[in-house]
C-alpha cells in the first residue's frame, strides 16, 4: 500500500482554487485526489500524474462512491480533505430567487456537511488528519449585490468553527481559509434584471469586481500558503490568504464594524446611488 500522505480536494477544475491546491499538495509528496463533477474539467492537472475523480458534492451517492473508491485505494484511510467546491451567486437581496438562494447553500454549506459525515471514518485512521474548509472574506464583510453568497460563506464559517471543537477529541484539525481576493475562475460579469432597482449598479458593480480580479494574488502564491500550514502536524485554525488578507484581518480585528462597512459603502458608490434613488422617490411622490 502506498505509504504517501493522501488528500482529497474538491472542485478542482482547471483554473481553478482547487486545482491550484491539487497540484501544490502534489508537488510536496502527497498522494492527491482531486474531484469535479466532470472529468473533462480537469485535464491539465490529470496530465501532471493527478488522481482525478468524478464527485458531485450535491449528491450523497455520488460522495458515497467517492469515498468508497479512495478508501478501497489507500487502505481506508484520508489525511486532508479539501472542502473547496462552491459558487457564487450575484444581486441584490429583493431580487435574487430563492430557489437559487437555497440552491447555493445546498452546495456552500449543506454539500460540506455531507462530505465530512460521509468521509469521518476514514479521516479518524488518517496520520495527522485535517479538514481544511476554503472560506471567504465576503463571509464577514456586507459586500452589496452578493447577499447570499455572503451568507452562505458566514455559515460555513460558523459550521466549521464548531466541528473544530467537535472533532478535537478524535484529533482531527479543522482549519477555515478566509480567502481575500485570488485569481480564480469562479466569477463572471454579473447582468442585473431589468426591472430591478438596482440596475443603475451593474456597471459599477462589475467595473469594481474586474479592480479587484486584476489585483488578486497569483493562485499559486496562495495555494502554497495554504499547503504549508495545512500540512503541518498541528495547523491554525484559521488562515488568511489573497491580495490584502492581512489589512482585511487588522480591520476587522481592532476596528468596529462600522468602519468596514463605510469602506463597501464607498467602494461601491452606494452613498451615490442612495442620493439618487432619494431624489427619483422623491420626484415620484411630487
Given at each position: ?5 493522501t488528500?482529497l480536494?474538491?472542485?478542482?477544475s ?8 491539487a497540484?501544490e ?6 498522494r ?7 472529468l ?13 475523480i468524478?464527485?458531485d ?10 469515498r468508497?473508491?479512495i478508501?478501497s485505494q489507500?487502505?481506508?484511510n484520508?489525511?486532508i ?13 429583493v431580487?435574487l ?6 440552491a447555493l ?5 449543506i454539500?460540506?456537511?455531507a ?5 469521518f471514518p ?6 495527522n488528519?485535517?479538514?481544511v ?5 465576503s ?12 451568507a452562505s460563506?458566514?455559515?460555513f464559517?460558523s ?5 473544530r ?19 480564480s475562475?469562479?466569477r ?6 431589468d ?7 451593474e ?5 469594481v469586481?474586474?479592480?479587484i480580479?486584476?489585483d488578486?494574488?497569483?493562485t ?8 504549508t500550514?495545512?500540512?503541518k502536524?498541528k ?6 490568504g489573497?491580495?490584502l ?13 462600522r468602519?468596514?462597512?463605510?469602506i463597501?459603502?464607498d467602494?461601491y ?8 434613488v432619494?431624489k427619483?422617490?422623491?420626484?415620484e411622490?411630487a
Amino acid at each position: 500500500m502506498n505509504s504517501k500522505r493522501t488528500v482529497l480536494v474538491t472542485g478542482c477544475s482547471d483554473g481553478g482554487i482547487g486545482a491550484e491546491l491539487a497540484k501544490e499538495y502534489h508537488s510536496r509528496g502527497l498522494r492527491v485526489f482531486a474531484s469535479s463533477r466532470r472529468l473533462e474539467t480537469m485535464k491539465e492537472i490529470a496530465a501532471l500524474g493527478i488522481e482525478t475523480i468524478s464527485l458531485d458534492v450535491t449528491s450523497i451517492d455520488s460522495i458515497r462512491m467517492a469515498r468508497d473508491a479512495i478508501s478501497s485505494q489507500t487502505g481506508g484511510n484520508l489525511d486532508i480533505l479539501v472542502n473547496n467546491a462552491g459558487q457564487v451567486l450575484e444581486g441584490a437581496a429583493v431580487d435574487l430567487e430563492i430557489s437559487a438562494s437555497r440552491a447555493l447553500f445546498e452546495i456552500n454549506v449543506i454539500a460540506p456537511m455531507a462530505m465530512v459525515q460521509e468521509f469521518f471514518p476514514i479521516l479518524m485512521a488518517g496520520t495527522n488528519a485535517c479538514i481544511v474548509n476554503i472560506g471567504s472574506g465576503s463571509g464577514l464583510l456586507p459586500i452589496p449585490l452578493q447577499s447570499s453568497y455572503n451568507a452562505s460563506k458566514a455559515a460555513f464559517h460558523s459550521w466549521s468553527d464548531t466541528l473544530r471543537v467537535e472533532l478535537k477529541p478524535f484529533d482531527i484539525s479543522v482549519v477555515t481559509v478566509v480567502t481575500n481576493t485570488v485569481k480564480s475562475n469562479i466569477r463572471k460579469p454579473v447582468h442585473f434584471p431589468d426591472n430591478s432597482l438596482y440596475k443603475p449598479m451593474e456597471a459599477i458593480y462589475n467595473v469594481v469586481h474586474d479592480n479587484i480580479d486584476r489585483d488578486a494574488e497569483p493562485t499559486d502564491k496562495y495555494a502554497r500558503m495554504v499547503v504549508t500550514q495545512t500540512t503541518k502536524s498541528k495547523p491554525r485554525g484559521w488562515l488568511w490568504g489573497g491580495h490584502l488578507s492581512t489589512l482585511l484581518w487588522v480591520m476587522l480585528t481592532f476596528f468596529p464594524r462600522r468602519v468596514p462597512e463605510k469602506i463597501v459603502l464607498d467602494m461601491y458608490k452606494f452613498n451615490e446611488f442612495s442620493t439618487q434613488v432619494r431624489k427619483d422617490r422623491a420626484k415620484e411622490r411630487a
